[in-house]
């Protein structure tokens, strides 16, 4: 390989983002990072366990953490946000704005800013499910290891606690946004995916009964580091469930949300009965379902066992509506498609199995980019230059991901070779 002939920029700090990242820089190419939290890891910093060996995301966020802490190649931007792109293919000009973390280097994670601080705000990294101080680490192995203070306390009293219960000079109160201009010869958008919003899907309840949940807000229960300690409990009492519902497609195959499967939902369901397993041996489980998608030999392995359990009922139907039962249970009701007798099955507990909509279906990026009519980029190969990998061109596991990344990471190193 030739000496280095430009700079890739990376845009999306999750397993996508990462991987692209890691495989240019080791290749020998400068990489600029930037990601618009103030942590790397994406939605796998999120997950309790990842397929395809059911690993914790310490497994492979941390070796990726170590690697990119040791490549001066790579440059990360956290809380930063691509704000322009103009050029060509091998030369584009870029306008990056950098929002202030209000820490600085010098942290220590000693943790004395959180101990003063009084404030408490909503978790945004647990979906709100509970609370967290003015001053935090957004999970314990973030990337930078680093506390954030946040915008909501600063001019308050809470905030000049922070600062004079810090020993090592770090919070810096003054902190301001800026604005820097890079120079790049081509672009990965690892923009990722977001839960699609269950609220806007009036007939499945949640958000009206506070025992229907969504599928990430399960990966958060059942994660030691969640609000919960890794506790399935019901939020209406905490009381632990003896039955759950999973409805399936919550939201996708459906024109009137999104009209596309989204690849991951039903192995990410079949993936939380284990967790209810683990911990509730005699529950029993619901899974009501369009058509149960297992792709490849080891998923289909995987559901198979599942299928087994005499505690786990697979029902083909889908769910219409939902009703509120006694003492905070959830009745679920869907025609089955198989005998096609109506059911109302009720349980302590429902989980939402919503699907995975782009970050650009909502908001596009400042660049010259196709998309497709759900909001996921389409690359252009002939044009090259700017691509898309992971979740942002398409619904994707983890593992599909990675695959992705790599090679979006080789097409941007031929943009920069030509």
Same mark, same amino acid.
């Given at each position: 390989?030739?000496?280095?002939?430009?700079?890739?920029? #990376?845009?999306?700090?999750?397993?996508?983002?990462?991987? #692209?990242?890691?495989?240019?820089? +080791?290749?020998?190419?400068?990489?600029?990072?930037?990601?618009?939290?103030?942590?790397?890891?994406?939605?796998? /910093?999120?997950?309790?366990?990842?397929?395809?060996? =059911?690993?914790?995301?310490?497994?492979?966020?941390?070796?990726?953490?170590?690697?990119?802490?040791?490549?001066?190649?790579?440059?990360?931007?956290?809380?930063?946000?691509?704000?322009?792109? %103009?050029? @060509?293919?091998?030369?584009?000009?870029?306008?990056?704005?950098?929002?202030?973390?209000?820490?600085?280097?010098?942290?220590?994670?000693?943790?004395?800013?959180?101990?003063?601080?009084?404030?408490?705000?909503?978790?945004?990294?647990?979906?709100?499910?509970?609370?967290?101080?003015?001053?935090? =680490?957004?999970?314990?192995?973030?990337?930078? /290891?680093?506390?954030?203070?946040?915008?909501?306390?600063?001019?308050?009293?809470?905030?000049?606690?922070?600062? +004079?219960?810090?020993?090592?000079?770090?919070?810096?109160?003054?902190? +301001?946004?800026?604005?820097?201009?890079?120079?790049?010869?081509?672009?990965?958008?690892?923009?990722?995916?977001?839960?699609?919003?269950?609220?806007?899907?009036?007939?499945?309840?949640?958000?009206?009964?506070?025992?229907?949940?969504?599928?990430?807000?399960?990966?958060?229960?059942?994660?030691?580091?969640?609000?919960?300690?890794?506790?399935?409990?019901?939020?209406?009492?905490?009381?632990?469930?003896?039955?759950?519902?999973?409805?399936?497609?919550?939201?996708?195959?459906?024109?009137? %949300?999104?009209?596309?499967?989204?690849?991951?939902?039903?192995?990410?369901?079949?993936? %939380?009965?284990?967790?209810?397993? +683990?911990?509730?041996?005699?529950?029993?489980?619901?899974?009501?379902?369009?058509?149960?998608?297992?792709?490849?030999?080891?998923?289909?392995?995987?559901? @198979?066992?599942?299928? /087994?359990?005499?505690?786990?009922?697979?029902?083909?139907?889908?769910?219409?509506?939902?009703?509120?039962?006694?003492?905070?249970?959830?009745?679920?009701?869907?025609?089955?498609?198989?005998?096609?007798?109506?059911?109302?099955?009720?349980?302590?507990?429902?989980?939402?199995?919503?699907?995975?909509?782009?970050?650009?279906?909502?908001?596009?990026?400042?660049?010259?980019?196709?998309?497709?009519?759900?909001?996921?980029?389409?690359?252009?190969?002939? @044009?090259?230059?700017?691509?898309?990998?992971?979740?942002?061109?398409?619904? /994707?596991?983890?593992?599909?991901?990675?695959?992705?990344?790599?090679?979006?990471?080789?097409?941007?190193?031929?943009?920069?070779?030509?």
């Amino acid at each position: 390989m030739a000496e280095n002939s430009g700079t890739i920029l #990376v845009v999306g700090g999750g397993i996508s983002g990462l991987t #692209v990242a890691l495989e240019a820089a +080791e290749t020998g190419y400068e990489v600029f990072l930037v990601e618009k939290n103030p942590y790397l890891g994406g939605r796998v /910093a999120q997950l309790n366990q990842y397929f395809p060996k =059911l690993c914790p995301p310490t497994c492979g966020l941390e070796i990726n953490f170590r690697r990119i802490k040791d490549n001066p190649r790579i440059k990360v931007f956290t809380l930063a946000e691509v704000e322009e792109v %103009h050029g @060509k293919p091998g030369a584009y000009d870029v306008s990056l704005k950098i929002n202030p973390r209000y820490v600085n280097e010098n942290c220590t994670c000693c943790g004395e800013c959180a101990a003063v601080c009084e404030t408490e705000i909503s978790n945004e990294f647990n979906f709100g499910m509970n609370k967290t101080k003015g001053a935090y =680490l957004p999970f314990e192995m973030a990337f930078p /290891a680093r506390y954030v203070i946040s915008p909501q306390i600063i001019g308050t009293e809470d905030a000049k606690r922070c600062k +004079e219960a810090c020993k090592y000079d770090a919070v810096d109160l003054d902190a +301001e946004a800026k604005t820097l201009n890079l120079k790049v010869g081509s672009v990965v958008w690892t923009t990722g995916w977001e839960p699609y919003d269950a609220s806007k899907i009036d007939n499945l309840g949640f958000g009206r009964y506070p025992n229907i949940i969504t599928n990430m807000m399960m990966e958060r229960l059942a994660s030691p580091n969640g609000p919960t300690k890794g506790k399935i409990l019901r939020p209406s009492d905490n009381k632990e469930p003896e039955s759950f519902v999973f409805v399936q497609c919550a939201g996708s195959r459906d024109e009137n %949300h999104l009209p596309y499967c989204s690849y991951i939902c039903c192995m990410a369901s079949l993936k %939380h009965a284990t967790y209810i397993r +683990e911990r509730y041996p005699d529950a029993k489980i619901y899974i009501f379902y369009i058509d149960l998608r297992a792709p490849g030999q080891r998923y289909e392995k995987f559901y @198979k066992n599942i299928k /087994a359990d005499e505690n786990i009922f697979l029902i083909k139907g889908k769910v219409a509506e939902v009703e509120e039962a006694e003492n905070g249970n959830v009745t679920v009701i869907a025609e089955n498609a198989v005998t096609g007798e109506k059911i109302k099955q009720t349980a302590e507990m429902v989980v939402l199995a919503t699907g995975m909509q782009p970050t650009t279906a909502a908001k596009k990026l400042p660049a010259d980019l196709k998309y497709n009519m759900d909001g996921f980029i389409i690359n252009d190969f002939d @044009k090259g230059g700017m691509f898309a990998a992971g979740c942002a061109n398409k619904p /994707a596991d983890v593992v599909t991901s990675n695959q992705s990344a790599t090679g979006m990471a080789l097409k941007a190193i031929q943009t920069l070779k030509n």
